[in-house]
């Protein structure tokens, strides 16, 4: 069965893709990246030529020639009666370097496992006969676990008890699973923008109408964007990363999480904190909560955690903390999706805790390496980026002084070295000027990444004509 791809929604997802001469080509590589990001995925029917070039204002035949170039670099194929079908990965990477060992990949920011962890591992592991005696699975999350997560928020000074906390299968089933069942088709949600896209495809799926407020590395969050957007469009829900964001790694000021706060309460709109990044702090592990304004026993305040990458993302163990009547009604919800969390992960997960205070300081050891690598290698090799001094997080988001971020990562691709452009952060197709750089990489990988971007920006920045290519100050 072939999916379709509707001319609006090829529109939309393109965002800002004419960052390039030829019109054609620009477009052709915006339609790649889509397919690269698995937007588009393997086997769907683009739009009819006729349709697209009206939904994007261009002529036919400029829409022609891109489904040309993807054609002959085997991203489509066009079959008798059902148009241009896009191909799956492999015949589509046709002249392309396609992820390999020799490939560095910088599309996912998970730092490596805890060293701890595998001690941990086999510590548990001894007592797995009695876990295997029982069903080995559950819908809400162990009461010892549950009782440990809620009692590491009280010690951040948020009094929590058990029966506001379930266990999930990571950070990103609870994010769907809140979207499933908080959010009704045409429902608008507040957004960052950029954002952690799979939150954003999360709450598109439930049928969200997004909305973004912007968030930028030298000015944190658009609070009178916020608050226009709170008390116009009364959203159902504004999904929210208040320590060091992803991908900007910015941290909510107390002003910005009052005023956010407010304006959410005004609107009667449920805050869906994400705190899976909240833990990694490189310049101070102190974890402090944010917040903390919120009334402990808020009915609308929900926090996701995880310890996917404060530990090992192979772990898959995130929690929520809300109010009892809504953790209910996600666990009412949940064994429709998915039957529960495994108790020996939970088991493991619970052995963990003991060991916080070693694991935030082994996680800000190794994330000051990264990061400093990445940011020396930046300044030796491309010193005209625009690069932000990043207190935590995984991920520096980096100004490139022209929106090229697409070119860019496409370009960089056939060297090896794997990577989301700007745009996967946006809501709403922006963010060309911007590129995402992950420092949870060994350091000498993030270095050779960073000498292949060097060459690969050069030359990205020879193909374009200057009106594409102005400087930052221009940026608005
Ligand atoms: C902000 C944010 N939320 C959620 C997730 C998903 O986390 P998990 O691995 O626990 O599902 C990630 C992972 O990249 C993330 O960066």
Redesign the pocket.
């Known amino acids: 069965m072939l999916s379709r791809i509707s001319a609006r929604a090829l529109t939309a997802a393109l965002g800002g893709w004419r960052t390039r001469e030829p019109a054609y080509e620009a477009l052709a590589d915006g339609i790649r990246l889509l397919c690269l990001d698995n937007r588009i995925a393997p086997r769907t029917a683009l739009p009819a030529e006729r349709e697209l070039a009206a939904a994007l204002g261009l002529s036919r035949s400029t829409v022609a020639a891109a489904y040309g170039s993807l054609r002959a670099s085997g991203h489509i194929e066009s079959v008798r009666g059902s148009g241009s079908i896009t191909m799956p990965l492999g015949r589509r990477d046709v002249g392309r370097v396609t992820p390999d060992t020799d490939s560095i990949d910088l599309q ?3 730092p490596a496992a805890w060293p701890g962890l595998a001690g941990v591992i086999a510590a548990v592991a001894s007592d797995a006969p009695s876990i295997v005696a029982r069903s080995g699975y559950d819908v809400l999350g162990t009461p010892a676990l549950r009782a440990l997560i809620a009692d590491d928020y009280s010690a951040r000074g948020i009094a929590t008890d058990p029966s506001q906390i379930m266990v999930t299968t ?4 609870a ?1 769907h699973l809140i979207a499933g069942v908080l959010v009704g088709r045409g429902d608008p949600v507040v957004l960052e923008t950029p954002t ?1 896209p ?2 954003a495809d999360a709450f598109a799926a439930a049928g969200a109408r997004l909305i973004g407020v912007p968030v930028t590395t030298q000015d944190g969050w658009d609070l009178d964007r916020a608050t226009q957007v709170f008390s116009r469009s009364l959203p159902v829900l504004a999904y929210l ?1 208040p320590r060091f964001q ?1 991908p900007t790694g910015r941290t909510m000021r107390p002003e910005e999480q009052q005023t956010i706060l407010t304006a959410a309460e005004r609107a009667g709109t449920f805050l869906v904190l ?1 705190e ?2 909240a833990d990694l702090g490189i310049d101070q592990t102190s974890a402090e909560a944010s917040f903390a304004i919120a009334p402990a026993s808020s009915r609308t305040v929900l926090r ?1 955690g ?4 404060t530990v090992w ?1 192979g772990l ?3 929690w929520i903390r809300a109010d009892p009547d809504v953790i209910r009604r996600l666990v009412a919800a949940r064994p429709a999706r998915e039957l529960g969390t495994p108790e020996l992960e939970q088991a493991i997960a619970a052995a963990l805790f003991a060991h916080m205070p070693a694991i935030r300081e082994q996680r800000s050891a190794v994330l000051r390496e990264g990061r400093d690598a990445l940011t020396a290698a930046l300044s030796a090799h491309i010193p005209e980026w625009q690069v932000p001094s990043t207190a935590g997080g ?1 991920a520096l988001w980096v100004g490139l002084g022209a929106p090229l971020s697409s070119s860019l990562v496409l370009r960089a691709r056939n060297e090896g070295v794997l990577l989301s452009a700007g745009p996967r952060f946006s809501i709403d197709g922006g963010h060309e000027r911007h590129l995402r750089l992950p420092f949870t990489a060994p350091a000498d990988q993030l270095v050779r990444a960073v000498e292949v971007l060097s060459r690969a920006w050069d030359r990205v920045r020879g193909e374009t004509p200057a009106q594409f290519g102005e400087p930052l100050e221009a940026v608005v």
């Open positions: 996912q920011a998970s990571g950070a990103q089933s994010i952690y799979h939150a990363m992803n994400d899976t990044t996701v995880s310890l996917g990458k993302g898959r163990i995130g995984v």
